[in-house]
């Protein structure tokens, strides 16, 4: 099995704040795994640090077998472009149109010439793949659409779709269903699940609503003032673990 993400004994500080204290976790290619726990949990901050976006101050980080520490920024760039991540806020443009807004997941690879270039005119291969991944995501009629026309559940379709059109090993999603109401929060994560799976991607989602982490996903790691304090199938935690993973103490971490 391919390891994708592997931290030991990482930590992460934020002035006198104790984000992820010692947190040991491998994550194999083609895993679901979602991250649960409390507000403040250490969650958010332990996805950036598997995304490479933010470095350990203790412990150590790999990252498809590489040491994001020890890359260039060149490196560390091309690291980052083979890693999908879909913050809260979806990271999108309004005033672009939806096929711009997904051509732009592979900026990361390009030059800013070719960046530029690809967001005024797209070639026709691009435009094909794009419009091939809008219809997987079932908004294919929207391609050429302004992107603030669209509704809050097309506008995440559009956000996964420019996640796979970078063609990323992994998939990270930090609280994508936060904001939204069950039936859409269902839909979204089924379609993370359906696809992942179908491109053998590896994803990691950090979220609060229990139901549908153990609905959607076969691996929870319990996260609670920066600790790993459960780590195991879905059928294996407990109430107990539940109760105690969820039970509001001071000191709390962030993210």
Not at 81 to 91: E, H, I, K, N, V
């Amino acid at each position: 099995m391919e390891t994708v993400f592997h931290l030991e004994g990482a930590c992460r500080s934020f002035g006198a704040v104790r984000a992820l204290r010692e947190v040991d976790l491998t994550v194999e290619k083609g895993e679901r795994v979602a991250l649960i726990g409390a507000s403040g949990s250490g969650k958010t901050t332990l996805l950036r640090l598997i995304g490479a976006q933010l470095a350990p101050d203790a412990g150590a980080v790999r990252v498809m077998e590489s040491d994001p520490l020890g890359l260039g920024e060149g490196g560390l760039r091309h690291l980052r472009s083979r890693l999908a991540f879909l913050p809260q806020d979806l990271g999108l443009v309004p005033n672009l149109r939806v096929i711009q807004n997904v051509v732009a997941g592979r900026c990361g690879r390009r030059s800013l010439w070719g960046t530029l270039r690809d967001l005024i005119l797209p070639g026709v291969e691009a435009r094909r793949e794009i419009f091939a991944l809008l219809e997987r995501v079932g908004i294919a009629e929207k391609m050429y659409d302004r992107l603030d026309t669209l509704s809050g559940g097309q506008r995440q379709r559009v956000a996964v779709a420019r996640a796979l059109f970078q063609e990323p090993v992994a998939l990270l999603a930090d609280e994508p269903v936060s904001a939204v109401d069950p039936a859409r929060a269902r839909n979204l994560l089924e379609l993370l699940s359906q696809l992942c799976e179908e491109e053998g991607l590896t994803l990691v989602v950090s979220m609060h609503q229990l139901e549908l982490a153990k609905e959607f996903f076969p691996r929870l790691v319990g996260l609670k003032e920066g600790r790993v304090t459960f780590d195991g199938s879905t059928g294996e935690l407990s109430e107990d673990q539940l109760t105690e993973l969820f039970r509001l103490e001071g000191g709390g971490g962030a993210g």
